[in-house]
T-cell receptor, first 111, second 113 residues
Framework: QQPVQSPQAVILREGEDAVINCSSSKALYSVHWYRQKHGEAPVFLMILLKGGEQKGHEKISASFNEKKQQSSLYLTASQLSYSGTYFCGTETVDRDDKIIFGKGTRLHILP | ETGVTQSPTHLIKTRGQQVTLRCSSQSGHNTVSWYQQALGQGPQFIFQYYREEENGRGNFPPRFSGLQFPNYSSELNVNALELDDSALYLC????????????FGPGTRLTVL
């Protein structure tokens, strides 16, 4: 039931773009994206809901393919502050109110 | 508006002991979820409390238990500690529905020796 994230790790130079993917074997109601810096709590970035509603961050975009149970997070013109580990969390359509997180994607931005 | 707070920040226990971790939810939030995060892993869902009732549980044994109080703060209790219980324990508060964003506290780092 745990979503699968890819890639596991990415190294970019400042200004480059990145895409982080999240896929589930279950039918999804929502996908949540968080960023966690070392030694800190996860910070909310984005929620994507079945039906197309999105709530989130002004500089980060994401997509949710309901048919494929996949979501992608798009980081454009990356900044040094984007470094951290990105987690997707998924909630299934049975609405059991559990958010299950993937193992994370480590992103490192070089100057 | 105060954020989510957790106490203590760090804790060292020995195998077999019991521990209680505390979480104060963000103002206006009535739902608290607890997660265990091992080093290098994503947060693993332990359970969720909504209006003082358990509202979902992950794959954790019964020695992991919790409470939510009328002010929506919450406790996580772990009995008979095992070495594998060493982890960062995060609580997150949210509004009524899980499709609201969750606000995480800073976590409690538990080390079991």
């Amino acid at each position: 039931q745990q979503p699968v994230q890819s890639p596991q790790a990415v190294i970019l130079r400042e200004g480059e773009d990145a895409v982080i993917n999240c896929s589930s074997s279950k039918a999804l109601y929502s996908v949540h994206w968080y960023r966690q810096k070392h030694g800190e709590a996860p910070v909310f970035l984005m929620i994507l809901l079945k039906g197309g509603e999105q709530k989130g961050h002004e500089k980060i975009s994401a997509s949710f393919n309901e048919k494929k149970q996949q979501s992608s997070l798009y980081l454009t013109a990356s900044q040094l502050s984007y470094s951290g580990t990105y987690f997707c969390g998924t909630e299934t359509v049975d609405r059991d109110d559990k958010i299950i997180f993937g193992k994370g994607t480590r992103l490192h931005i070089l100057p | 508006e105060t954020g989510v707070t957790q106490s203590p920040t760090h804790l060292i226990k020995t195998r077999g002991q019991q521990v209680t971790l505390r979480c104060s939810s963000q103002s206006g939030h009535n739902t608290v979820s607890w997660y265990q995060q091992a080093l290098g892993q994503g947060p693993q869902f332990i359970f969720q409390y909504y209006r003082e009732e358990e509202n979902g549980r992950g794959n954790f044994p019964p020695r992991f238990s919790g409470l939510q109080f009328p002010n929506y703060s919450s406790e996580l209790n772990v009995n008979a500690l095992e070495l594998d219980d060493s982890a960062l324990y995060l609580c997150a508060s949210s509004g009524t529905a899980s499709h609201n964003e969750q606000f995480f506290g800073p976590g409690t780092r538990l080390t079991v020796l």
